[in-house]
Structures are given as C-alpha cells and as structure tokens.
C-alpha cells in the first residue's frame, strides 16, 4: 500500500511506480483536474483515461493540467496497477500553510481593501483532519478509480465575510482596486459530488462547521 500526497506529475508518478510494486497506490489528486468544475460535480467530469498522456514536471504547466497528467501517467502507463485517484477541493484547517481562508479575516481586522468577483460563489472545501482521515479510510477499502472527497454542504464567499464582520466586528472593504482575494476566478459554483465517497461509509464533516470553526482558530491566535 501507498498513498502518495507528492506526486503533482506524470513524471512524479512514473519515477515512483517504475520501480516499486504496491496492492493498492492511492494518489491525492485535485478537483483542479475539473476544468469546468460547475454544481454537485461528479468523478466522470474528468477521465484520466481519455486524456491525452504528455510526461511533464510540475513547473511545466498549471497545476490542473499537472494534476490531470499525474492521473494519466497512473491509468496509462499502468492499468495492471489498482488504485484510488482522490480528488480534494481547497484544504483548509489550523495547519493550512496556504493562509487563503485566513486572507479573508486579516485583512478585515486591518481593514486593507479586498478585490472579490464573485461574492455570491459557493464553493466545496475539505478540513484538514477529514483529508487525511478518508485517505486513512480508503486504503482499508476495496474502492478504487478516481473519487471526490470535501466537506458535507458548500459556503459563499459573502458568509465567510459576514462571519469575519460579525466575530472582528469590522466590515469588510471591497473595491476594484484591492488585494485581489485568492478564492477570485471559480465559477458560480465550484462544488463537488462526493456520493461514491459515502458509499464507503464514510462520514464528512459540515463544511460551515470546519470553516468556521478554522477563523475561530485564526481569531484567537491574533490572525
């Protein structure tokens, strides 16, 4: 068994499964891999499988495209091998090194304005104790091919700003000139379909509960 966070790469994969053998090879992949991630998207919206294959390093193109090859490299080059292709939204948690959801609370407290195109976007999000206890999950299961996996439910950008507003008790700046926010750029709705993931029997968490709960940690600690 291995399971795999590293590989963002068709030449990842292939430097790694060339030269050792595993029942099961579990590879974190990413719902970048949807390029038209739209609502209650599904595993099919993307088939590694139909891909066309191109060996690349992880500088050698965007990080969807990377990801896509990565899966590509795992059913083309190896189809003998069995495996689980999982596919997360943004991670987010009190460990989150990225600091995206943070972005939002800090720059309230300091009141530094924001640039935000969509308030209204709903997007999928995972935390991170659910990200790595479903990977933990899915190697003691007989699942296999690509699967979603995030957080129970979707959430705006406008109620992670609300939530911010009412906890920091400032309002929020937003004009077109500010700090471009890192959520900028999805779809109206970026939410993901994890119902082959429940057919395992496992049990995510609530996505406001984990958002929430992570800008409490943020807010306590003095952002």
Excluded at 29 to 57: G, M, Q, R
Excluded at 108 to 125: A, E, Q, V, W
Aim: glycine share 6%.
């Amino acid at each position: 068994m291995i399971i795999d966070k590293i590989a963002y790469s068709s030449n990842d994969v292939k430097r790694l499964l060339d030269h050792v053998k595993c029942g099961k090879y579990i590879l974190m992949s990413s719902s970048a891999v949807y390029e038209n991630i739209s609502a209650d998207t599904d595993e099919s919206a993307f088939i590694a499988e139909e891909h066309p294959l191109k060996w690349c390093e992880r500088s050698d193109a965007d990080y969807g495209e990377v990801k896509r090859q990565a899966e590509c490299a795992l059913v083309q080059r190896y189809p003998e091998q069995q495996y689980a292709a999982v596919r997360y939204p943004v991670v987010i948690g009190a460990n989150d090194y990225t600091k995206r959801l943070l972005f939002y609370a800090e720059n309230i407290k300091n009141g530094t304005p924001m640039m935000i195109d969509d308030m209204d976007s709903r997007l999928s999000f995972i935390h991170e104790n659910d990200a790595g206890s479903f990977l933990a999950h899915l190697a003691e299961t007989d699942v296999t091919g690509a699967v979603n996996g995030c957080s129970e439910g979707d959430i705006s950008i406008r109620e992670i700003i609300g939530y911010c507003e009412e906890k920091l008790g400032r309002k929020a700046v937003i004009t077109s000139d500010g700090t471009p926010a890192p959520y900028n750029g999805y779809p109206a709705y970026a939410t993901l379909n994890t119902d082959k993931a429940k057919q395992t029997g496992f049990k995510f968490s609530d996505v406001n509960e984990k958002v929430y709960e992570t800008l409490d940690h943020y807010i306590r600690n003095g952002l």
